[in-house]
């Protein structure tokens, strides 16, 4: 295995102020100009006391990639549109860099660069080169991988990971949407507000649904400020019997009786039918993905649970280079300099 330290690229834990890790983790390389520097990857922000990394890379606005903390540091990078999701979502104001995607931007003399991978509204990854021409790329969550780049150390997810759990392998249920749309005259889509009731409304529209779509308020300010071409959009109060309707899924029983209910999901503990519509790659996908991005080294650092160490593993097996983010072992200390 080439190891991550000659490409010039060490990847750190950083610990908080209970002992404890904090979430994902840290890269540090040597840039063009010679400097070190500190990129954090969707993690929490460190303590103003303690010395700062150089950026908070943001890869999008769900909770579990900690947006909500880093977007308080004028270190943070993230898209313009994850960056007003963070905003609306937290109501507290952005204080970072924004980028656009598809764009570039230079932080602390590194030009990175950013490439969608269709996960949310605003996804992007990250990709930069240290001084030694090492090619980094961090994805966050991926649905797409067309945009994305080849890199030599690929720092990905494992949402949907361990190739021995079935349901880690799905499709997404297109035609079971389009029935849906098509065999009802009144109909609800149970979506969570951000990501996959943007989705949906992308979704409608791709089938032909030209009509209005009712939301529930904060899926239609987050719809409305960060989906272009989303059509008609109106409130659940302006809602008429034939439009179609979506709601967070725990919302679809104050709908009235006779609206046919669906929920977008891959989980089958609702009391409404499911429709499995995913904002991820399945294990196969993962792979896939790894496979066209070729790099040397892969490390997997997210999500929390064992499903990182059962991808490398499971990479490893495939007889590719990979770690999880269980086997990162460098610690950063408060009093990294
Ligand atoms: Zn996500």
Same mark, same amino acid.
């Given at each position: 295995?080439?190891?991550?330290?000659?490409? %010039?690229?060490? &990847?750190?834990?950083?610990?908080? /102020?209970?002992? *404890?890790? =904090?979430?994902?983790? !840290?890269?540090?390389? $040597?840039?063009?100009?010679?400097?070190?520097?500190?990129?954090?990857?969707?993690?929490?922000?460190?303590?103003?006391?303690?010395?700062?990394?150089?950026?908070?890379?943001?890869?999008?606005?769900?909770?579990?990639?900690? %947006?909500?903390? &880093?977007?308080?540091?004028?270190? /943070?990078?993230? *898209?313009? =549109?994850?960056?007003? !999701?963070?905003?609306? $979502?937290?109501?507290?104001?952005?204080?970072?860099?924004?980028?656009?995607?598809?764009?570039?931007?230079?932080?602390?003399?590194?030009?990175?660069?950013?490439?969608?991978?269709?996960?949310?509204?605003?996804?992007?990854?990250?990709?930069?080169?240290?001084?030694?021409?090492?090619?980094?790329?961090?994805?966050?969550?991926?649905?797409?991988?067309?945009?994305?780049?080849?890199?030599?150390?690929?720092?990905?997810?494992?949402?949907?990971?361990?190739?021995?759990?079935?349901?880690?392998?799905?499709?997404?249920?297109?035609?079971?949407?389009?029935?849906?749309?098509?065999?009802?005259?009144?109909?609800?889509?149970?979506?969570?507000?951000?990501?996959?009731?943007?989705?949906?409304?992308?979704?409608?529209?791709?089938?032909?649904?030209?009509?209005?779509?009712?939301?529930?308020?904060?899926?239609?300010?987050?719809?409305?400020?960060?989906?272009?071409?989303?059509?008609?959009?109106?409130?659940?109060?302006?809602?008429?019997?034939?439009?179609?309707?979506?709601?967070?899924?725990?919302?679809?029983?104050?709908?009235?009786?006779?609206?046919?209910?669906?929920?977008?999901?891959?989980?089958?503990?609702?009391?409404?039918?499911?429709?499995?519509?995913?904002?991820?790659?399945?294990?196969?996908?993962?792979?896939?993905?790894?496979?066209?991005?070729?790099?040397?080294?892969?490390?997997?650092?997210?999500?929390?649970?064992?499903?990182?160490?059962?991808?490398?593993?499971?990479?490893?097996?495939?007889?590719?280079?990979?770690?999880?983010?269980?086997?990162?072992?460098?610690?950063?200390?408060?009093?990294?300099?």
């Amino acid at each position: 295995m080439k190891r991550l330290i000659d490409m %010039g690229v060490l &990847a750190c834990r950083q610990k908080n /102020s209970r002992g *404890t890790f =904090k979430p994902h983790l !840290a890269v540090r390389f $040597r840039s063009d100009d010679g400097n070190l520097n500190t990129f954090s990857i969707d993690s929490t922000r460190v303590p103003k006391k303690h010395i700062q990394p150089d950026a908070y890379l943001v890869t999008h606005a769900h909770s579990d990639h900690h %947006g909500k903390s &880093a977007m308080l540091s004028e270190r /943070s990078v993230c *898209t313009d =549109k994850t960056a007003v !999701a963070l905003e609306i $979502r937290h109501d507290k104001e952005y204080k970072g860099s924004t980028v656009g995607t598809g764009e570039s931007i230079e932080v602390n003399g590194v030009t990175v660069q950013t490439y969608s991978t269709g996960h949310t509204a605003g996804a992007v990854a990250f990709y930069w080169t240290n001084e030694v021409g090492t090619r980094i790329l961090v994805t966050g969550d991926v649905k797409d991988t067309s945009a994305l780049p080849k890199c030599d150390v690929l720092i990905t997810e494992a949402n949907y990971g361990d190739p021995t759990d079935p349901s880690c392998h799905f499709e997404d249920d297109i035609f079971g949407f389009r029935d849906a749309v098509e065999n009802n005259c009144s109909v609800a889509f149970g979506a969570y507000a951000f990501g996959k009731a943007q989705r949906a409304v992308e979704l409608l529209r791709d089938i032909g649904y030209s009509g209005a779509i009712a939301m529930e308020d904060r899926s239609l300010q987050l719809t409305r400020s960060l989906l272009e071409d989303a059509g008609e959009l109106v409130g659940l109060e302006d809602c008429g019997e034939e439009d179609i309707c979506i709601v967070p899924p725990w919302d679809l029983k104050k709908l009235p009786h006779k609206r046919a209910k669906y929920v977008m999901t891959g989980r089958s503990d609702y009391r409404y039918p499911s429709i499995q519509i995913s904002d991820h790659l399945d294990a196969g996908g993962l792979v896939n993905m790894v496979e066209a991005i070729d790099p040397e080294v892969t490390i997997v650092y997210h999500p929390s649970g064992d499903r990182p160490e059962k991808f490398a593993s499971h990479l490893r097996s495939l007889g590719k280079d990979a770690i999880s983010i269980d086997g990162i072992s460098n610690v950063l200390s408060n009093e990294f300099a």
